[in-house]
């Protein structure tokens, strides 16, 4: 059990990892903001398709994914439609509606997004195959890195401070390590709905950046520049995932 723990709250903690060159950012453009966001976008349609979709079809049927893609981009837009009316200046440091609804649709989608892995986690502790556990956890942290970067990318525009941004990337990471444990006490029940949760995570995912963040970073002249840079975070998340057989 205690390393189950540990090792999903690795993974989770290499969310807060990945977002940490936004540090290094001291003054943003919007061209440079519209590059990232567009680089973020590629990164989820990548991980959406080859580390969520993928899985899911290996361990369920069809009819499971295609289910839980639909209701994942459906539950989100509900989420959206009926977000109720919070203080956007508060808790992002900026009144712009726009910028704050993205914000909570993203973490929103990772959020979900890091529940079946961290389930997955637990389910490989639960079972006999040796090491699969640490292997899986390791797999999913590697994998979690680029998103702690989508974040970020999509908080530019807020005025929150570079430890925020961080703080916040790091706590969507932090449901793995809860969600590792119940798959770890339920591997029976959890196991059988895992592929349907993947594939509601993708879809989480998907309804995001086709909704947002596509049309954000291709909206202030520089689509050509975005158009690459999404290209180049497709590319990214598939070396990642072969070189680290994920």
């Known amino acids: ?5 540990w090792a999903s709250l690795f993974a989770g ?6 977002a940490l060159p936004i540090v290094f950012l001291k003054k943003v453009s919007h061209k440079l903001r519209d590059i990232l966001l567009a680089f973020a976008a590629g ?9 969520l979709i993928i899985p899911a079809l290996e361990e369920g049927s069809i009819y499971q994914v295609l289910l839980g893609v639909l209701f994942g981009a459906l539950i989100l837009g ?17 009144t712009d509606k726009t910028v704050a609804r993205r914000a909570i649709l993203l973490i929103a989608a990772l959020a979900l997004h890091n ?9 490989g502790f639960a079972s006999d195959a040796p090491g699969m556990g640490i ?30 941004i961080l703080l916040l990337a790091t706590l969507t990471g932090l449901v793995e390590p809860i969600a590792a444990m119940i ?14 949760s993947l594939a509601f995570a993708a ?44």
Do not use: C
Request: charged share 10%; proline share 4%; hydrophobic share 55%.
């Open 13 to 18: 903690l290499a969310t807060g990892v990945g």
């Open 43 to 51: 990164v989820m349609v990548a991980a959406s398709a080859f580390n």
């Open 183 to 196: 798959g770890l006490f339920m591997v029976s029940y959890v196991q059988a709905i895992i592929p349907f």
């Open 135 to 164: 292997a899986l956890a390791i797999a999913i942290g590697v994998q979690n890195a680029p998103e702690g970067l989508v974040i970020a990318a999509s908080l530019l525009e807020s005025k929150l401070s570079v430890w925020k």
């Open 78 to 94: 509900i989420f959206e439609r009926y977000t109720p009316n919070i203080d956007y200046e508060r808790f992002f440091g900026s």
């Open 1 to 5: 059990m205690g390393t189950a723990f």
């Open 115 to 123: 529940i079946p892995e961290g389930l997955a986690v637990g389910v």
């Open 203 to 246: 879809g989480a995912m998907l309804y995001v950046t086709f909704r947002e963040m596509i049309p954000e970073s291709h909206g202030h002249g520089y689509v050509e520049e975005a158009t690459f840079s999404f290209m180049l975070g497709v590319i990214f998340m598939l070396f990642v995932n072969h070189i680290f057989g994920v």
